[in-house]
């Protein structure tokens, strides 16, 4: 029978009534007539005697005595808490490289974000090597966070990105920070991107490599499902004795080191635009895992550890805040996407019509998925000439991937094999500034990377497609559309 059904619950009361009773005679037997002690109902059930004042009095400071009590105890727990956040907060800032939160210039710079409305980060990882103090910057991303929608934006942009910085000319973006130095590097950058991208930085923060890997082994590792071999030593230079230089294909737990080579690896054929979406991917695997309830505990020590290694404007606790923030942010709500153009060295020329695109979609709230298909800007497929080829070995695929442009338009050059069966992602290859066509010709696939040709890939069309082992032919009408 049920903790509240009736029947229990009136023999609970009377008992408790009958023990009352007998309590009370034995206190006071002088304060009650014999014959309103002993009088009973002559029908129905039995009836608990009306409970007088003494008692209830009695009670009542019982319960003010508990509540007091209770409430200590809650005071005490809380200032425990807050006095254990303080002290840690304060030690970790005391761990912290404060020198942007303290550089006036870079303060200034910076605007104040409105409550609860979305803002941007910059995010840059930078390699400072042994007997320097000042190093260009070897990752730079935009994060735009809507704390309310709970959704991220990414973009990304090539280090070697040719952007005017403000005092010094024309040079690679990355350079900002050397040309800054130790000091004004911060602002230098801040105010390099804002000009660049037409935007306003809200928060400012730079991870040595160090702190990311430090990062990554305090969450106890991040799985990751890793899309090609990686064999690169050069990336691995932070590993003792290059012992973290080999990361096999398939899902892992990859620990600090090889998370590091992971996100450092070039030695691709695209180069940085593989490692920039290698870095997209690992941050919606760090976010995915982070907002795990074991996780979150965790996090104080991870922001510890990466305290150490960083230079913000943000205090430790909002660093928290944010982390926090981010935590609950499911991995699909995640937008990422990377600054594309042409490689003239030692430039790569930025497709500022590709880069409108994305910042519109990314400060609009819009998906960068969605600009994608409508950055054909009118070009039609019958304009757009494609040559496929197979690039994984797999039969057929070639086929099916020319089957599928040519029922959407597009004019089917050359379809055959690839030098090489080595790919894994599909490749949408373009010369030139021709990234419209090339951007259509993704567009009607199921999924592609955009590719600059660069001269390392010959072909006699506008646009190649290498088909990868990702490739899957789409089902219902999208197939035959």
Known sequence: MGKHSAPRGARGRAAGTRGRRSAASRRGRLDTPRAA?????STGPLQPAPRMRVHRDRRVKTLKRVALIAAVVLAVAVVGGVTWAFFFIRAVEGDMNTSAMLNAKTQGLLSEPEPQEPFNVLLLGSDVRPNEEVARADTIIVARIDPEAKKVWLLSI???TRAEIPGHGTAKINSATFYGGKEDGPALMVQTVEEFLDIEIHHYVEVNFEGFQAA?????????????????????SHSPGHKAKYIAKGYQLLDGEHALTYVRSRDFPDADFTRMRHQQEFFKALAKQAAKADNLLKLPVVVREVARYTITDMSVA?????????GGIPAESIQTATLTGEWRSPYVWPDEERMDFLVSAMMDGRSFDETATAADGGIQPADITVTVRNGAGRGGIAGEAS???????FVIGEVGNANQFVYDRTLVIYNGDDTEAAQAVAAALPKADLVPSRGMYLFDTRILVVVGEDWELPVGPTATQ
Do not use: F, N, Q, Y
Request: charged share 40%; hydrophobic share 40%.
């Open 37 to 41: 002690r002993s009088r009973r109902p």
């Open 216 to 236: 990554v082994d305090a969450l106890g590792g991040v799985w990751i499902d890793v899309d090609t071999e990686i064999d690169d030593w050069k990336a691995a």
């Open 158 to 160: 090539p280090r070697d």
């Open 318 to 326: 909002k660093m928290l805040d944010l982390a926090k923030a981010l």
């Open 403 to 409: 089957g599928l442009l040519k029922s959407k338009g």
